[in-house]
């Protein structure tokens, strides 16, 4: 199986400034082929479901603002909030889609400093 | 839009069978990918498996000895049922659609489940006597 790990485990950040999350895998997410990165990112508030927000590693979902953004190839990948809003509260997951069984990294909780 | 609805019994005895149906809505359940993800109360997401429209099915191994996956395409459903469930089996159970990508090799043009988007809302299923 492809273990996938975050860092840190949680960050508290101040309104406005940046939020960085870390996501490793232990094998290369990158298919030669059509040079695509299977990664994702989700965000997921208490009470709901996680919610898509970055897919091939860099793309982001229609509708996610644009302070999100992916970054990254191969095994190592970034979650990057450019400016934190009081609504990014959140646990942030990666999840690798290149091999079965899919795997999600454990999560990184961000909070307000 | 597509929307995913979990439903079943929310309290399950150890031993038992845990079964979910999940009702897709705003749009066919043909041609997609469609998949079961559960999060222990209070920790992270763990992938289940997913069944394509066709039925054909991909479990994780963990759970593949004691796990069903099917889809009726004509009620816009698809279930899973989980043999033998202990304590451990307690968490939220999520269905999703995998959004199906493609690739190519040499040996042709191939669909690939990935990211998980919609979800529905998620149930909470207990295993207790």
């Known amino acids: 199986d492809i273990v996938m790990t975050q860092s840190p485990d949680s960050l508290a950040v101040s309104l406005g400034e940046r939020a960085t999350i870390n996501c490793k895998s232990s094998?290369?997410?990158?298919?030669?082929?059509?040079?695509?990165?299977?990664l994702a990112w989700y965000q997921q508030k208490p009470g709901q479901p996680p919610k898509l927000l970055i897919y091939?590693?860099?793309t982001r979902e229609s509708g996610v603002p644009d302070r999100f953004s992916g970054s990254g190839s191969g095994t190592d990948f970034t979650l990057t909030i450019s400016s934190l809003q009081a609504e990014d509260v959140a646990v942030y997951y990666c999840?690798?889609?290149?091999?079965?069984?899919?795997?999600f990294g454990p999560g990184t909780k961000v909070n307000i400093k | 839009q597509v929307q995913l609805q979990e439903s079943g019994p929310g309290l399950v005895k150890p031993s038992e069978t845990l079964s979910l149906v999940c009702t897709v809505s705003?749009?066919?359940?043909?041609?997609?990918?469609w998949s079961w993800v559960r999060q222990p109360p209070g920790k992270g997401l763990e992938w289940i498996g997913y069944?394509?429209?066709?039925?054909?099915?991909k479990y994780s191994p963990s759970l593949e000895s004691r796990l069903t996956i099917s889809i009726d395409t004509s009620k816009n459903q698809f279930s899973l049922k989980l043999d033998s469930v202990t304590a451990a089996d307690t968490a939220i159970y999520y269905c999703?659609?995998?959004?199906?990508?493609?690739?190519?090799?040499?040996?042709?043009?191939?669909?690939?489940?990935?990211?998980?988007?919609?979800w529905g809302q998620g149930t909470l299923v207990t295993v207790s006597s």
């Open positions: 705003g749009g066919s359940i043909s041609y997609n990918y």
């Open positions: 069944v394509y429209s066709s039925g054909i099915t």
């Open positions: 999703a659609r995998a959004e199906t990508t493609y690739y190519d090799d040499s040996r042709g043009h191939h669909a690939w489940p990935s990211w998980f988007d919609p």
């Open positions: 094998q290369s997410l990158l298919y030669s082929s059509n040079s695509k990165n299977y």
């Open positions: 091939w590693a860099s």
């Open positions: 999840q690798q889609y290149y091999f079965s069984p899919f795997t």
